[in-house]
């Protein structure tokens, strides 16, 4: 959907949530933590959070939330950001995007 990558591509780091989901955030915890203040757009608040959800399954998450973006490309759901912080890696992506 052409308002997942607008918003994708609009801000450095996205996380696409929903306001019950406790992986969600945790996930926002974790950037956070990290000294990142990543854009979170609650689908359960957006008239279209539905067709976006189905969206970003369609691009490749294995669950609809979360679903990162790190500048301007899919990253994951909770695993692959989870498997990418325990590597080191994720830090290395988030560097653009760290207050210096």
Do not use: W
């Given at each position: ?11 450095g780091v ?36 539905k067709d ?13 939330v979360p ?34």
């Amino acid at each position: 959907m052409d308002k997942v990558q607008r918003m994708a591509s609009e801000h450095g780091v996205v996380i696409f949530s929903k306001s019950t989901c406790c992986l969600c955030y945790a996930v926002t915890i974790l950037f956070r933590d990290l000294g990142v203040d990543p854009y979170v757009h609650e689908l359960d608040h957006d008239s279209e959070g539905k067709d976006m959800e189905k969206a970003l399954m369609r691009m490749g998450c294995n669950a609809s939330v979360p679903a990162v973006f790190i500048g301007g490309k899919l990253v994951g759901s909770t695993n692959e950001v989870m498997s990418l912080h325990l590597k080191g890696s994720l830090i290395q992506l988030l560097k653009p995007y760290l207050p210096d």
